[in-house]
């Protein structure tokens, strides 16, 4: 089969369940063209995320139709509430809710750009010291391709 290209909002994390963490998902994605099942490796999926997926659909035996995962990508949140939950949710390492809200009121809705475009310009606010700043631990993970 070909592979499908759709764009959608995560509705229902149906595997891992109760918070268990694992590199392999299967989701519910919401589009305009309804509702699809996606299995395959993800990180730091949330429900209402916005995705764009691509890969196979298939005949899982047991599960039924679905799409088998092939790449994705993870919309950035675009405002600054969205930008703050995204920073404190755990993704990025020793930012929580606190050193999230200074960075967003210090660069507002570019602070993600900043954050993957100039990240020595996190140095700047309070609390980041430049070798923070420099620390892979803000390359963030907005999507990953699948080998």
Known sequence: MAEEAIKGTVQTIIFPRNKQVSDFHVIALKSKAGE??????????RVGDKLSVWGERVKHPK???????NLYEKALPATRH??????????????G???????V??????TLD??????????????????KA???CFDLCFGTKIQ
Request: proline residues 6%; hydrophobic residues 45%.
């Open 36 to 45: 699809d099942i996606v299995a395959g490796p993800m990180f730091g999926i």
């Open 63 to 69: 599960h039924g139709w679905q799409i088998k995962l």
């Open 82 to 95: 969205a930008i703050i939950d995204y920073l404190s949710c755990g993704l990025v390492k020793g930012v």
């Open 97 to 103: 809710p606190a050193t999230a809200k200074k960075l």
């Open 105 to 110: 009121d210090a660069f507002g809705e570019n």
């Open 114 to 131: 900043i954050v993957i475009k100039q990240p020595e310009t996190l140095a700047t606010v309070k609390g980041i010291s430049p070798a």
């Open 134 to 136: 420099n620390r892979r």
